[in-house]
C-alpha cells in the first residue's frame, strides 16, 4: 500500500481573485445574455431529490471537523458521498441500530455563539436526512472528537449524553418517548459505554472503571479497582468497544493494552505491550527515550469479527499521544500478536473499520505540515488503496458497530 504525499494548494492570489470578481461583473454586464440564462435560484432540472437506505456497513460517516459543520456519508464500496446530516459544531452524532433515524447531540445559541444556550438531541430521519425532532436535555459536555461522550443503548431505545454540568454527569434519554428521564451524577468519570440489561460503564480518573445500574430508582453506582494511572499512563479515550460481545479494548499513552467483559461485575484483564506484541521493545515513560508510541486523535480501530484492533503508530518520546501515525499496526488482541504493519506515506490522525467481512480501513491524513487532510480508504486484508477522498473532513470517524 502506497500513500502518495500531496502538496496542499495554497489560496487564491490577489490578481486570481481580480480576475474572478472582473469576470463576474463583466456576466452580469452581459444583459442580453443574462434574459436567456437559466435563473440561478430556481432548482437544477437535472437534480432530483431522492432518498437513501437504510444505513449499510459499508458506510461511514465523517465529521467534516471544527472549521466546517456537518457529517458526510461514504459509500466505502464505490468511494462515492451519499449525504450530509446536519450537525452543528462540537455536536456528536449516534446512528439508530435499527437504521431509521440519525441522532445529533448538540448545543445551539440563540445569536450565534452567543445569548440563550440550548442544548438537545436532534433527529434526522435517515431516508430523507430532513429534521424529524428536537429532544430539550439540561446540558452537554462541549468537547468534539470523541466516540463515547453519546452513545446509543437498549436497541436504539436509550440515549446517554455525557454532561459537565456543574461536575461529571450523565443524562439519560427514552429515544421511543422523545423525552428526557433523569440525570445521573459520576464525578471523575467519562467515556461510555452501554452495558446490555444494566446501564453503562465510564473509566474514571482514579484509573478505575465504574458501572452504573440505571433501572434502579436511585442509580446504583459500583467501581472496580483502578487498574491504569491517568496521570503516569493515560488510557485513550477512543477505544474499541463491541455491543454484542460486551466487550471493550483500551489502549494506554506508552501502547498497554488491556480487554475488559463488560457487566454488572466487569472483568478486566491483565495488560500486554502492543511493542512487545511486535517484537519491539516496550515503550516507557523516561523523558527523551524514544520508542513506537500510539497516537492520533482517534488512533484505534477495533473489528468485532475478527477480534483484531488497527493502531496508528508513530516513532518518539512519552506524552506525543496527538502525533499522527505513520504506521498502522494490525493486533490480534487474543493471541496478542501484531500480525501486520501497514507504513504510511501521508501520516494519519484518525483511524476507523468498517464491520464487514471483507472489511475497508478508513484514515483521515493529517492536515498538519506536509499532511495532505484527505480520506483514504484501504483494503484492509492487504493496505492496498482503494480510494482517496480529497477535502473529506478532519473529525471523528464512525462506522455501523455492532
Partial sequence: MKMMKVQRKSSLSARARYSAAALCALALLGSANAANAADPLQPDPELEAVTLSAPKPSWVFVERGFVAPGTTIYDTDTGKMLGQVETSHLSDLGLDPNGKAYYVAESIWSKGLRGTRQDMITVYDSATLKLKSEITIPGRILIG??????????????????????????????????????????????????????????????????????????????RSAPFFSATNDPIFDNFGYDGVKQEAVFLTYTGQVYTVKLGATPTISEPFSIQAAAGVSPADTKPLDVHWYPGGRQGLAYHSGTGHAFVLMHTGEYWTHKEPGTEIWELDVAAKKVVKRIPLEDPAEEIAVTQEPNAKLIVSGSAGAGGSGALYILDAKTGEEKFKLEKSGGGVIRTLEP
Fill in 145 to 222: 472528537g470523541r466516540k463515547f461522550n453519546f452513545v446509543i443503548a437498549d436497541a436504539g431505545k436509550t440515549a446517554y449524553v455525557y454532561n459537565l454540568d456543574p461536575a461529571s454527569s450523565v443524562n439519560v434519554v427514552d429515544l421511543t418517548k422523545g423525552k428526557f428521564v433523569k440525570k445521573i451524577e459520576l464525578p471523575g468519570c467519562a467515556s461510555l459505554m452501554p452495558v446490555t440489561g444494566v446501564g453503562f460503564s465510564a473509566l474514571c480518573s482514579d484509573g478505575s472503571l465504574a458501572t452504573v445500574k440505571v433501572a434502579a430508582a436511585k442509580p446504583e453506582i459500583t
